[in-house]
């Protein structure tokens, strides 16, 4: 897939990688651009997707160039293939769609995980070598990607030069159902193009398979693994992204961003996500609470009755109009 010669793992240093897993729309973007302006830690943004929306559809990167004219990209995929055009964009996007989300209930055997990992052909080797030039090229300490998949994740984990830790990051899933119905303009193709909507079963479908496949792939690797819930790093911001420094050994120390409930952010090079990455300046961090008032009822109802078992789980009250109580964190940073 790459007319340059392969290099030997013992050229690099192992690929710390923080991957914030689970279901879309839980915050990750916010999340991810706050850590994005910490020293040594690369905003890579859903990375899972780079060859789809970034390349082969010309999507733009959250500097604001579109992706294959941007500097930083266009550096890493010299690095690692020798240009973009050494790369079968188009290629990878075919063998991702082998291991995909739609296989995800398949996927909770382990024989039959291990028998799509066989259909993927290069498909490791060649995002292994992208997230090695990412790191040589920026010279990062930890990556960070929020593709949010957990079936990408398992791929990345397959790969021993990927030093990889995943934040489980979980939200009440009507605030969840309530975002994938807004219409949203897609930024990352400009003017004129939406985001994705999920309907009134799909989106509470889509959560209860994703986090449970998250925890089947994770959470038996509890030095590997991190619950976090959205509303707990709004209520606490500092404290949260602290504990998950400790996670993945790292300082991650937000406090000279943050003042007033809003944080401080500049420009990242997140490949691909939530529109709001092109966002700068101040941003506030605060509950979206719009749900509670503006989500019809008829639509809460079948978003609790299909998500309970892990609303329970996860320490969401049933009752729409409760708030659910904030979690201590162990030092470790894993949720108690």
């Keep these: 897939m790459s007319s340059s010669a392969p290099r030997a793992a013992s050229d690099y240093a192992p690929v710390k990688i923080l991957y914030?897993?689970?279901?879309?729309?839980?915050?990750?973007?916010?999340i991810e651009r706050v850590l994005g302006q910490l020293a040594g830690v690369f905003n890579g943004g859903e990375l899972a997707f780079?060859?789809?929306h970034g390349i082969?559809?010309?999507g733009r990167c959250s500097c604001g160039n579109q992706l294959v004219h941007c500097p930083v990209w266009q550096a890493i995929f010299?690095?690692?293939f020798g240009g973009f055009d050494q790369v079968d964009a188009a290629d990878m996007v075919r063998l991702r769609k082998r291991f995909n989300s739609i296989h995800l209930p398949l996927m909770l055997t382990k024989g039959i995980r291990r028998r799509f990992m066989r259909r993927l052909g290069p498909f490791p080797e060649t995002v292994e070598q992208l997230y090695r030039s990412i790191q040589t090229v920026t010279g990062s300490r930890i990556i960070v990607d929020s593709s949010k998949e957990p079936h990408y994740s398992y791929i990345l984990r397959?790969?021993?030069?990927?030093d990889l830790y995943f934040l489980h990051l979980v939200r009440d899933p009507r605030a969840i159902a309530f975002s994938w119905r807004r219409k949203r303009e897609e930024l990352g193709f400009g003017p004129g193009s939406f985001m994705r909507r999920r309907a009134a079963v799909t989106s509470p479908l889509y959560f209860d398979v994703s986090n449970t496949a998250a925890e089947v792939f994770w959470s038996r690797s509890p030095d590997r693994y991190m619950r976090l819930r959205y509303e707990d790093f709004v209520a606490r911001p500092i404290e949260t992204l602290k504990s998950v420094g400790d996670f993945v050994g790292e300082d991650f120390d937000i406090s000279p961003l943050f003042a007033d409930g809003s944080v401080s952010v500049r420009p990242t090079h997140s490949a691909w996500g939530n529109p709001t990455r092109f966002e700068r300046g101040l941003i506030p961090i605060a509950p979206d609470a719009a749900w509670r008032a503006e989500m019809p009822a008829w639509r809460q109802a079948v978003t609790t009755a299909m998500t309970w078992p892990l609303m329970l789980r996860y320490g969401y009250p049933l009752r729409a109009g409760q708030l659910p109580r904030p979690r201590p964190m162990l030092p470790s940073g894993r949720e108690i």
């Design 20 to 30: 914030i897993g689970g279901t879309g729309r839980t915050g990750s973007t916010l």
């Design 78 to 80: 010299a690095d690692a």
């Design 50 to 52: 780079v060859w789809k």
């Design 56 to 58: 082969s559809e010309g």
């Design 158 to 162: 397959s790969r021993p030069a990927l």
